[in-house]
C-alpha cells in the first residue's frame, strides 16, 4: 500500500479497551502477525511507558516482529502541561520505543481541556505544537488523535480546528478526527470531515459504534476526503467497538473500488479474523459482515432454486474474494434444491428422488425437534444413511449410566460409565467429570481411544442445550447441539430427546462418529 | 404512533431466517408481546398458508395477542403465474390469515423475474397489480416488499420503477424498497431512494448487514424520504442480519428528533431487547448499540476524574434514557437505585446501605453467571437473607443423587434420590422421571409433600439451559432458568454451576422454597 492512504489497525490498543479482552504480550505480538499479513499499513501497538505490559510489547516487537507491509506506531500523549516536551518522562517513553510512528492523542475540545486536563486552551496548543516538533525532530513520523473532535467542533469549531492546524503546522502528517463517544451519524460527520480538509491538513478518522454507524461513518469520512482511516480487527473496543477494520477494507476495496491491499491477501481475511479470535478467545460473530460463519448462509427455501440458476443473485458478492464460503441452511423452510445444494457441497451427489427422501425424513426430524442448520455433521450422516442403506458406524452401544450426586459434605461427582463394542471387541469404561455430559464424555473417549488414537485430537467446543416448546417444566422435550473440533475443522451435531442427558449423548456418540468419518478410519 | 412514519417489525418472519434461530409459535406470541411493549407499528408474524407453524400463529394471534399499539401484518407473495389472485391459494391464506395488513413480496429486478419466477416482465406486473387489488378489494392495508428493489434498480432502473408504479397505483400504500443481498453503502442508497420517492409512491425501505451499513443505510433512506423503516429485534436476520430495529429507532428518535415511541417506551429498550434474546436464546452482543451489557461500559481509567465531573463528556447521550446503565469497570457506581426500587415492588425498605450490599451481592453473582433479571424469586429470597440474616429455609438438604442410564434393550432410565431434614424428621425419598431434574422434582415433592401440602399446587412451567460464554465444550458453566406456578402466580429462580445437574437443582430447590414461602408456612 502507498502511503497516499493508510489502513491504520488500533486492535492492540483501542481495541483492548473492550469488556472482557486482555491481551498478554504473546498474544499482541501474534495479533501484529496477522495484521500485517493482511497487508494494513500501520499497527498501533500500545502505550509505551503507561504499563510494562506495552514497553516490553516494544521492545520485543524490536527482535520478534518481522513485519513484512506493516509499520508499528506507538501511542501516547502529548508532553504535560507546564513541562518541556524534551523533558516529559512520558514523552520520553514514546521516543525509546524506537517505533516509526508516534500516534500522539491531543484534545480537540475546549470543555476537555478545561475538566479532563485542566489547563487553558492555549496551552494545550503548545502542548499539541512541543510534542509533535520534539518527536518529529528525534526522527519519529508523527499522527495525532485529535479527541473528542465531533463534540468539540459542534461546541468549539474554531478551536477544534485551531488544534487540527496546531498538529499540522508543527509537523505531523495526519490528524486523525476521533468520534470519541461514537455518537455521530454520518451525514454530519462527513460535513465536518469536509471543512476539515478544506484547511489542507492531512485527515484521519477514528470511529466508535455506538449508533451502529461506525462503518458507514468511516466510509463517509473517506468520500469527504480522510486519507486515512483506523478501526480494529473484528470490531473490538471500549462500550460498542470501535470501526470493524475487516468490514471497512471489505467494503473500500470491493465497493469503492480502492486498492489498499492485494487480492489475496482479502481472499485471507476470513482466515485472519477467525485467527485474531482465537487469540482475544471472543467468540466472532456469526453474523459478521464478509467474515462472519453466517456471512454467506442462506435458509429460505424460495432463494434455493433461484441460487442454483446463478448465486450471484442471491448475495452482495463472491464470498471467495473474502476467503469466506457459500453455505446452504437445511431446514424445514427449505425444500429439495437446498437439500441437493448442501449435498453438493458437502461432496455428495444425489438425485432428485433421493434428494425429496432426505427432505422427508428432515421434515420429520424437524417436527420432532431436530435441527440441521447448525448440525450439519449430524445432516452429513444422515445423508450417508440414506445413501448407504445404513448408518455410518464404528462402535456400538450396548448400554451407558450416568450417576451425579451431591454428597453430605457438599462435593459433588459425576461418574459415568459406558459399555461399547468396537473391531470386535467388547469395552466398559468408566469416566468423571464436572456435570453427567463431562463425564460421558470422558468415560466414551476411554473406551476408544486405544483402537482409534484420533480421537485424541477431538474437543468439544460448545455445547448448547434449548427447551422445546408444547411441554411443561422439567419434562419439556430437550435439543441438545454439541460442536466439535479436530484442529482443522469445526462441526455441529445434534440430539433430541424428554431425557437431557440421553440427547446429549446422542449428539455425543455423533460427534465421535463424524471425527473418524473425518479421520478416515473404515467403518463397520 | 401515527401512520405518518411506520416502525415496521419483520423479526417473527425475516429475522428468523437467521441461522440457528428457531420460533415456536408460543415464542412468537412472547416476541409480539415484546415488540408492542415498545410501540413498533407493525409486527410481521410471518407466512400464513407457507408453513403450518405460521398459519397456527396468526389463527392463536386473534385470541391471544391482545395488541396495544402495533399492527399485525401477515407476509406472503403476489399470486402465481397465469393464475387470477382471487384463486390463488397462498394468497387466500393471505386474507384467510385475517390479518389487518398484508405484506406480499414481489419482484423488481428483471433477472430475478426471468430467472426465479420464470415468467414476463408484464405477467410479473400484473401480479402485481391483481394480487394488491384483490387484497385491497377485500379489505386488508397492503404494503408491498419490492424486493432486490436496488441490485434491480442498477441493472433496469425503468423497469423497477415500472414494479414499484404498479404496486402503488393498484393499491398499496407503501412500497418497500429491499436491499435483499445487503450490499449497498448509504450515499447510493438515498440518491436512488430519492429517485423512487420523486414518482410520489410512498416509500419504505428494508435494509440487511451484509456491507456492515444496515442501520446506516436505514437513516439515509428516511433523510432522502422514506416514511416506513423495516428491521429486525437484535439485529436478527438471514447472513449478517437484518437492520437492527432497536438502534435505527434510537437513532431516529434520540439524534434525528423523530418521535416515535413514547419516552417510557424508550426507556424499556434495553429490558425488552434482553427479554426477546431470552426467547430466541441466543446470546445478545454485549457491544450492542443501546441495549449491550458492555454499550456505556466504561474501562479507561484515564477519564475517570472527568467522568465524575460530567459524564456527558464520555458518553452520547443518557444510557437511562433507553433503559441502560452507565458502568465503571473498575469502580462501579451504578445499580442501587434500581435495587431500592426493586425492593419497594416487592415489599421490602432497604435502607441506602443495605442496598448498596445487595447490590454488591448482585454483582458478584452475576460476575459468576447468575442473572436476576428472568429470576424475581431468586431475587428476593437473596433480598430476604440480606435482611434477616439469614436464608428462608423450609428443608435442609443432606444429599441427593441422580442416575440416568441406557439399558442394553434401549429404554433410559432415571431414578432420583434425595435426602432432607424437615421439621425435626429425616427423610429419605426416591422418584423416577423421564430425565434427570424430572426424577430429582419428584423425589423432592414425594419426600416434602406430607409435610407442606401446597407443594400439590408447584408445576414447573419451564425450564431454561444457557451455557455462558467464554468456556470450552462440555465443563462450560451452566445456567438454568426454572419458571413456576402455583395456580396464582408465576416465579422464576435460577441457578449456576460446572454441572448441568447441580445447577438444576439450585433453581428446583429456590423454586420450592418459594412456592413453601408464598403458601404462608412458617420459616425455619
Known amino acids: 500500500m502507498s502511503d497516499g492512504f493508510h489502513v491504520y489497525d488500533t486492535t492492540l490498543r483501542d481495541g483492548s479497551q473492550q469488556e472482557g479482552l486482555n491481551l498478554s504480550v504473546q498474544d499482541k505480538l501474534v495479533i501484529a502477525r496477522h495484521l500485517d499479513a493482511l497487508g494494513v499499513s500501520f499497527i498501533e501497538g500500545g502505550w509505551p511507558g503507561a504499563n510494562p505490559k506495552d514497553t516490553e510489547f516494544f521492545r520485543l516487537a524490536r527482535t520478534e516482529l518481522d513485519l513484512k507491509h506493516a509499520k508499528l506506531a506507538a501511542f501516547g500523549a502529548t508532553r504535560r502541561a507546564g513541562l518541556k516536551a524534551a523533558d516529559d518522562p512520558q514523552v520520553a517513553a514514546l521516543r525509546d520505543s524506537r517505533a516509526p510512528v508516534v500516534t500522539l492523542v491531543a484534545k480537540a475540545h475546549d470543555r476537555h481541556v478545561e475538566l479532563a486536563l485542566r489547563t487553558t486552551l492555549a496551552e494545550n496548543l503548545a502542548m499539541i505544537r512541543d510534542t509533535v516538533a520534539h518527536l518529529t525532530a528525534e526522527g519519529q513520523r508523527v499522527f495525532v488523535d485529535a ?32 468520534d470519541t463517544n461514537g455518537g455521530m451519524l454520518p451525514d454530519e460527520l462527513a460535513d465536518v470531515v469536509h471543512d476539515v480538509v478544506s484547511t489542507g491538513a492531512r485527515v484521519g478518522i477514528h470511529c ?77 460473530g456469526s453474523q459478521a459482515p464478509y467474515v462472519g460463519y453466517s456471512a454467506f448462509a442462506h435458509k429460505a427455501g424460495l432463494h434455493a432454486s433461484a441460487i442454483k440458476v446463478d448465486p450471484d443473485l442471491y448475495q452482495h458478492l463472491d464470498p471467495a474474494r473474502v476467503g469466506n464460503d457459500m453455505r446452504m441452511l437445511v431446514s424445514s423452510m427449505s425444500g429439495r434444491a437446498s437439500v441437493e445444494l448442501k449435498g453438493k457441497e458437502l461432496g455428495y451427489d444425489l438425485s432428485g428422488e433421493k434428494a ?39 462402535f456400538k452401544v450396548e448400554s451407558w449410566r450416568v450417576i451425579v450426586e451431591q454428597r453430605p459434605d457438599g462435593t459433588q461427582v459425576s461418574e459415568a460409565t459406558v459399555k461399547v463394542h468396537a473391531k470386535g471387541e467388547r469395552i466398559v469404561a468408566t469416566g468423571e467429570g464436572n456435570g453427567p455430559v463431562n463425564a460421558l464424555d470422558t ?40 460442536d466439535s473440533s479436530d484442529g482443522k475443522a469445526e ?32 467403518a463397520s
Open 443 to 482: 468415560a466414551l473417549r476411554v473406551a476408544l481411544e486405544r483402537l482409534y488414537p484420533e480421537l485424541a485430537t477431538l474437543e468439544l467446543v460448545d455445547f448448547k442445550v434449548r427447551i422445546l416448546e408444547g411441554s411443561h417444566g422439567t419434562d419439556a422435550v430437550t435439543r441438545v447441539l454439541i
Open 356 to 394: 425429496a427422501e432426505v427432505v422427508t425424513r428432515v421434515k420429520d426430524l424437524e417436527s420432532r425437534g431436530y435441527t440441521f442448520e447448525a448440525a450439519d455433521a449430524s445432516f452429513e450422516l444422515l445423508l450417508r444413511e440414506e445413501l448407504a442403506g445404513a448408518r455410518t458406524s464404528y
Open 147 to 178: 479527541e473528542h473532535f465531533f463534540d468539540g467542533y459542534k461546541a468549539n469549531r474554531a478551536y477544534a480546528l485551531e488544534a487540527v492546524l496546531a498538529a499540522a503546522e508543527a509537523g505531523a502528517s495526519v490528524v486523525a478526527l476521533c
Open 208 to 284: 466508535h459504534d455506538d449508533s451502529g454507524c461506525a462503518v458507514a461513518n468511516s466510509l463517509a469520512a473517506v468520500r469527504a476526503g480522510a486519507t486515512h482511516v483506523q478501526g480494529c480487527a473484528n470490531g473490538y473496543g471500549e462500550r460498542s467497538g470501535n470501526a470493524n477494520l475487516f468490514t471497512v477494507v471489505g467494503n473500500l476495496q470491493l465497493k469503492r473500488g480502492m486498492d489498499l491491499v492485494s487480492d489475496a491477501q482479502l481472499a485471507d481475511m476470513t482466515r485472519i479474523a477467525h485467527a485474531v479470535s482465537e487469540v482475544t478467545n471472543i467468540t466472532l
Open 491 to 522: 462441526w455441529g451435531t445434534v440430539g433430541v430427546g424428554e431425557n437431557i442427558i440421553a440427547a446429549s449423548w446422542e449428539a455425543l456418540e455423533e460427534a465421535v462418529t463424524y471425527c473418524l468419518l473425518r479421520a478416515g478410519y473404515d
